[in-house]
């Protein structure tokens, strides 16, 4: 069931004014589902459309379909990793683009340089954008250098589940908003809390930083003010190019109706991107319960990724 998204749709509407918890800020608390039909950046084919009507959203999904279709044959276990994935928009959004800014809906120009790695959503779109038979993308998907667990990305290797700024994924997409008079609370499904101060207290020092840099939040009416800053250098800074280092992230946070919550987050990243970027989408209420994403116990994929690596190099030796 798809809930209004007053502000991602086209429309004025009456604005709305959130209930109060027991310290008399906005009510944000609860489970909010971030899942979303719109890709990052806007498709070529509606490079000058930053709204879409319900039909061409509906191309957006059937399109996104296809790209699971065509990676699920070339998956070594056909559809494993892919009929579980849930994505689809609890509200309507009918942007073209998560990406608002610039006005293209397209990642900015990188600094000279700077390297962007193709990601998930790029081999989504390239698949989805494609009529014909599969781009040499596609090849891509799954290689790598698997020489050690370095060669595998974070949240495989259970360092880090969720991202600064918020982003909807192919799964995981819940976040759980707790507030206390002093502090906001921002727990992601897939793990990883933050815990963000609202006292006025200043930032760390430059030199403590982390996978999830340091926040401080504050509020500015009715909307929940975060800023992230002081990220290590070990994660991309944003969309796969560049790294963290630089990265200063201010997320707003927004009821907008009875059960919609407007994000907004504005990347600023001057050793990255040539500009700033601004992306915008909206949440749903709902409700559910957000359980343990326990990632470390148990966790064989690792060793059996790496054990399978060895084996395809003993049988291509032992083929020569």
Not at 51 to 78: H, M
Not at 219 to 227: A, H, I, P, S, Y
Not at 268 to 286: L, N, Y
């Amino acid at each position: 069931m798809l809930t209004a998204g007053p502000v991602s749709a086209a429309g004025p509407e009456t604005k709305y004014t959130a209930p109060r918890n027991e310290h008399g800020q906005p009510d944000l608390q609860g489970v909010w589902n971030f899942s979303s039909d719109v890709p990052l950046e806007r498709p070529a084919a509606f490079a000058d459309k930053k709204f879409l009507t319900r039909e061409e959203i509906e191309q957006l999904k059937a399109g996104r379909r296809k790209a699971f279709a065509a990676i699920a044959k070339v998956a070594p276990v056909e559809e494993v990793g892919v009929v579980w994935l849930d994505y689809s928009a609890q509200t309507e959004n009918l942007r073209s683009s998560l990406i608002v800014y610039p006005d293209n809906g397209r990642v900015p120009k990188l600094v000279e340089g700077v390297r962007r790695v193709p990601g998930v959503e790029n081999f989504i779109a390239a698949l989805s954008e494609s009529n014909g038979p599969p781009p040499a993308l596609l090849s891509a998907f799954g290689a790598g250098r698997k020489d050690g667990p370095e060669d595998l990305g974070l949240s495989e290797r259970c360092l880090l589940g969720s991202s600064v700024p918020v982003l909807p994924g192919f799964d995981s997409n819940y976040l759980h908003v707790f507030l206390t008079k002093n502090h906001a609370v921002l727990l992601a499904e897939s793990r990883d809390p933050r815990i963000i101060p609202l006292d006025g207290r200043p930032h760390v020092g430059e030199t403590l930083r982390s996978w999830a840099g340091d926040s401080r939040g504050h509020w500015e009416g009715d909307t929940l003010v975060v800023e992230t800053r002081n990220f290590n250098r070990r994660t991309r800074s944003f969309a796969g190019a560049g790294n963290s280092y630089e990265k200063v992230v201010t997320e707003r946070f927004t009821r907008v109706s009875q059960n919609t919550l407007e994000y907004e987050a504005t990347i600023v990243d001057p050793k990255t991107f040539q500009d700033k970027i601004v992306i915008s989408f909206p949440m749903a209420r709902v409700d559910v319960r957000i359980y343990e994403s326990a990632c470390h116990e148990g966790n064989y994929s690792l060793p059996m990724t790496l054990a399978g690596a060895r084996r395809e190099e003993r049988e291509k030796i032992n083929t020569k």
